[in-house]
Each structure stands twice: as C-alpha cells, then as structure tokens.
C-alpha cells in the first residue's frame, strides 16, 4: 500500500491522543507519539507520508507483520459466524487454537489455559504453581521483564518494577547469568554457568527450599537485553527445580512462535518446564491473547479440584481464529526457518560487522530474529552509554541515537543502553539489509558520545 500524506487528519488524531488517552509507562506531558495511518508487511507510516521500517515489531509481537491477509480474512469470518462466546464452552476456534500450540508446545504441555495477554498469563501460572504446591514464594531474575499486573511486575527484574513493589509479593530475585556484565566475575561462558547455578542454588537453599512454589524465568530474556542463556544453565535451572520440588516456568510471551528461529525459545536447549506462558507472536497481536501451556501432572492437580481463576474473554473467538490463521501461515510459509535461516546468514553477520567498525557497539548478541546491541561510552571499561534507568538529559545519548534512526527510516527499539533488532520473522532479505544500513547511519551518532 502506497501511503497517501493527510496532514489534516494526522493533526485530528494526534489532537484527540492528547486530550483524552492516557499512555502506559509514560510521564504523560513529556510525550508526543507519533500518529499512525497505516501498516503494511514490516512497515508502517504516519500521516505525512514517511515510511518506517519497523525493528520493533510493535511490541515484539507482529512476528508476521502487520495485515497479514489470511489472518486478516480468518478474523473477519469468525467476526460473521461468532464474534464471542463464553468461556465455559467449547468453541471450534479455541479448541483449533488450543489443539495447535499444544502440537508445538515441548513435552507434555498439552492443556492451554488461554489469557488476554502475556502479564496474565505470568499470573496465572504462578497461581497455578503456588496452588499445587502448597508453598507462597516465587523467584525470579534481575534483569527480566513479566508484565504490568500486580504479580507480574513484582516479578519483573528492573526498574518499572519499584513504584509498584510493597515487598509483599513472595518474590525473591537472583541473578541470572549474563557474561557480559558478570556478577559472578566469570570469564567464560562456563564458568558464568557454572557460578549462576550454584548462585541460584544458594539462594534456593538460604530461602528454605519447601518454602519456594516456583521460578520463573524469561527463555531467553527479552526486553531486558536479549541475553541467550549459555548452554547448560536451562538444564541446570531444570535439575534444580526437580531436586527441590519447586515448579519450573518458562516465560516465552516474548521468545515464542518463531522470534527465536524455533516455535518456542525452549527448543534450543531441550529443556522443559511444567508450565510456560506465551502471547504476542501467538497471533501477531492481531486480537489480544495469551495463555498457559499447562504440564500433564500440574493439570491433574485440577482434575478434581476446581481451578480458581478466569477470565471474561479467556479463549475469545476472534484472538483464537486469528491464533490459528497465524500458526497455520507460519507452518505453510516457513516463517519459524526464515527467521532462524535469516538470524544466522545476515542478521549476526551484518551486525559483528557493525560492532567492528562503531566503537558505541560493546556486544552484539541474539537468535533468530531476536538481537541486541549493548551500547557503551567506553569498549574497555564496558561503560554504558546512559547511566542505569537514565532519564531526561542524562539520556541524551540514546534518545539522539533512536531519533537517527528514525530520521534514516527505521523504528528502533530502544531501551537502556540497548538498540534491539527484532522485525517481523517474516521480514525479506532485502528489508532487513535496509534496516541494518539504517541502523549503521544511525550509530555514527552514537559513536560521537564515546571515549
């Protein structure tokens, strides 16, 4: 779709925006969102007619892009048969979509307990874990994100988290591991294993480990900085919770349905939990949903026993014909191995290359259609660009990157010291090397705060 420039119109958007919605995350008289006429594929533009291409994927979800047309035709056909049932029944959409994540969910993840989204979704599964085992604490990492329910973000593992702790949640957190920036003062990749783990066994064991119902943890990290876990520690996390009966969740809202280059982040270790929570990429956000893939022996718990908790629209029929028009594109047009192939072949290739030749580039790391780069002030002290949780001037150094990038055509994802390269898992070759010579001419302002 050609984008038609209507200035008129963008005004009367923007105009309404500000009068009457309130933004999420967001001191509300400091912002001016951009106003949206249309997307299409990777891209989507505003009301003057400038085209982006979009590396953040909304909100790393449209993992097939925006108005995908089957996708979009299976929402309007449900929309003329059904457009909503009660949960208590069983609708063809749902149990379509259930019977299909359950097919590519690992082990014996087979009942779907379907949310609006991925922080109830967290919710849900801590309840779920804490109710079969009896026990009120949950642990989870720094440097994680879960969600902006009360659960949810006490949880999560940075700052969007303290305005709402009152230290009442039962979550204690730990360090995960992350080489980059060791707490563990690792050297390799093993040793960064190796301390993680026994770190993570020493809280367990200091916590009282009949105290602990669950760990949660990002697959692979996301929002956070996209830190791959290296090999073993998945496995290790796994042993740990079988050792101590603790209930193992894997948070994949982010990392699912092909964002990694697998149906689901867990495929890359083999490891699996007894629960893991997904949303986004489950239908490219087309229709709010979410959910709990649920393990054989958790869901026995509540065979007999009732499970308390729903939801009004839990298994709505719109998101969950759209779920199924989306996992049914994915298989058919190979979106999960495009992805994967387009990760190894250009993505980490082109963005080593990058870090070789701009000195605000400190590490490039990701999978698949999940990358970051960790931005720095100084390559050998590993100094950030902008201090932790920087805000106004003192984040002067990203904000003027992000708006390089946006001025050369691509929508970054920012966040901290982090630019994230996350485009559709269907992006084209092409798109993605117009993407990352955008990002190049971007970091040469970056480049200028260095030391």
Known sequence: MTP??????????????????????????????????GAEGSYFWDYDGTRYLDFTSGLVYTNIGYQHPKVVAAIQEQAARMTTFAPAFAIEARSEAARLIAERTPGDLNKIFFTNGGADAVEHAVRMARLHTGRP????????????????????????????????????????????????????????????????????????????????????????????????????????????????????????????????????????????????????????????????????????????????YSGHPLACAAAVATINVMAQEGVVENARRLGESVVGPALAELAARHPSIGEVRGVGMFWALELVRNRETREPLVPYNATGEANAPMAAFAAAAKKHGVWPFVNMNRTHVVPPCNVSEAELKEGLAALDAALTVADEYTV
């Open 4 to 37: 038609q420039p209507s200035p008129e119109a963008g005004a009367a958007v923007k105009a309404a925006d500000r009068a009457h919605v309130f933004h999420s995350w967001s001191a509300q008289d400091l912002i001016d969102p951009l106003a949206v006429a």
């Open 137 to 312: 604490k949950v642990l989870s990492a720094y440097r994680s994100y879960h969600g902006g329910t009360q659960q949810a973000i006490n949880l999560t593992g940075d700052p969007r988290r303290w305005a709402s702790d009152g230290a009442a949640a039962g979550v204690v957190h730990f360090w995960a591991p992350f080489l980059y920036r060791s707490r563990f003062y690792a050297e390799t990749e093993e040793q960064e294993c190796a301390r993680a783990l026994e770190h993570l066994e020493t809280t367990i064991a200091f916590e009282g480990p009949a105290t602990i119902a669950a760990i949660v943890l990002e697959t692979v990290p996301g929002t956070a900085g996209i830190m791959v876990p290296p090999p073993g520690y998945l496995a290790g996390v796994r042993e740990l919770c079988d050792k101590y009966g603790i209930v193992f969740v894997l948070d994949e809202v982010m990392a699912g349905f092909g964002r990694t280059g697998e149906w689901f982040a867990a495929d890359l270790s083999g490891v699996i939990p007894d629960l893991m929570t997904f949303a986004k990429g489950v239908n490219s956000g087309y229709v709010p949903l979410g959910g709990v893939a649920v393990s054989g022996e958790i869901a026995e718990t509540f065979g007999k026993r009732p499970y308390p908790g729903g939801l009004t």
